[in-house]
């Protein structure tokens, strides 16, 4: 299959194709910048036990929704109209993709801002929203960097981020087990501790999401389908590509 270079993206001979495929590109970029912002400002709800701050990331939520929408119409538009093949087709296959994934993370996010809204943690022990908090950090920082490989075109890149969700994975099984402990320690916590448990899987979710982004990228630019390797598969692809 053939590989996509960065510089195709511009290397069509109609300017209003290359402009199209352009804007399409910058709206996921504007889409993923939203769906950062949520996730930032739900950590600091969580954090501060801010009920009004996850009110308003609720209500903003409908934004990301409005955008996989329209982002979504622009493709299918592209697509009647320009009857792309190749390449082409592969690269707008694969942003109708990662708009769904980052709007799946904009539907965990809410979930997130919901609980904090419902959950009373007045009582609630400080070390379990710590760890949380360092979670939520976490995939952050992946979400932040699958969206600078898709603006880069970096398999590279990405191929280091789809390693790193085992890493989440395990760090959200942790404070899962941590939590069913703080439970059984003082039944008076169960509320308090679901809602964090809730919001524990919520952060592993965005994980996925944030991963399968990076996936998308190794195929929109290798040809190469990552999706359901183990990692031992994903480094023997690494090899292959970056030698």
């Not at 890149?157 to 969700?165: E, P, S, V, Y």
């Not at 003082?186 to 994980?207: G, K, N, V, Y």
């Amino acid at each position: 299959m053939e590989r996509l270079d960065r510089k195709y993206i511009t290397q069509h001979t109609s300017r209003k194709f290359n402009q199209e495929l352009e804007d399409v590109r910058n709206r996921v970029l504007a889409m993923g910048g939203l769906v950062e912002k949520q996730l930032d400002d739900v950590l600091q709800a969580l954090c501060e036990n801010d009920g009004e701050l996850g009110g308003r990331v609720v209500k903003a939520d409908r934004r990301i929704n409005a955008m996989e929408v329209e982002i979504d119409e622009a493709c299918s538009q592209i697509i009647a109209r320009r009857q792309p093949t190749a390449s082409d087709l592969r690269l707008l296959i694969m942003v109708i993709k990662i708009i769904t994934d980052l709007e799946r993370i904009g539907d965990q996010v809410k979930r997130v801002a919901k609980s904090v809204q419902e959950c009373d943690r007045s009582t609630a022990g400080r070390s379990q929203v710590t760890d949380l908090k360092h979670l939520g950090e976490q995939v952050s920082a992946m979400l932040r960097e699958s969206l600078d490989a898709y603006a880069r075109v970096d398999v590279e890149g990405a191929l280091r981020i789809i390693h790193r969700d085992g890493v989440i994975d395990e760090e959200s099984e942790a404070i899962m087990r941590a939590l069913m402990t703080f439970m059984m320690e003082d039944p008076r916590q169960i509320s308090t501790a679901m809602h964090l448990l809730w919001c524990t899987r919520a952060f592993e979710r965005m994980a996925d999401h944030a991963k399968n982004v990076c996936e998308y990228i190794v195929y929109m630019v290798e040809g190469r389908d990552v999706r359901h390797a183990t990692s031992a598969q994903i480094s023997e692809v690494e090899k292959e590509i970056l030698g």
